[in-house]
């Protein structure tokens, strides 16, 4: 009894640290795509590359559903922002339903010379 209890703890500490690590790999991989695409002469398409590339070598290929890269303005400074959405991992890698949504953020360096170019 107490046996299948333990076995049972065991298993939820295991899908708690798994859920983090695809968490945190998401968090890392959408940084710096955003870094990729802040340098100047980056592209969306080579951000968008990075993070998968990221997340295929930490997780597993085509685990990511969705990169989106857009640039903006935030408090008056140009920025890109990496939006990643993953399944949630759940009985390993295969999870049914539920995702995680994570974001990067870089401040535009190529948006930043134009600015200073232009008098």
Known sequence: ?????????????LQLALGLYAR??????AGEGARRAALAGGTEEEAAARVRALT?????????????????VRDGLP???VEVSAPMPVLGLL??????????HALDESALARAGATP
């Open 79 to 81: 920025v890109v922002e």
């Open 56 to 72: 295929g070598a930490a997780l597993a290929d085509d685990y990511v559903t969705d990169v989106r890269v857009r640039r903006a």
């Open 95 to 104: 999870g049914p339903g539920g995702s995680l949504r994570v974001s990067g």
């Open 24 to 29: 945190n790999v998401l968090i890392d991989a």
């Open 1 to 13: 009894m107490v046996g299948s209890l333990v076995i049972a703890v065991a298993v939820a500490l």
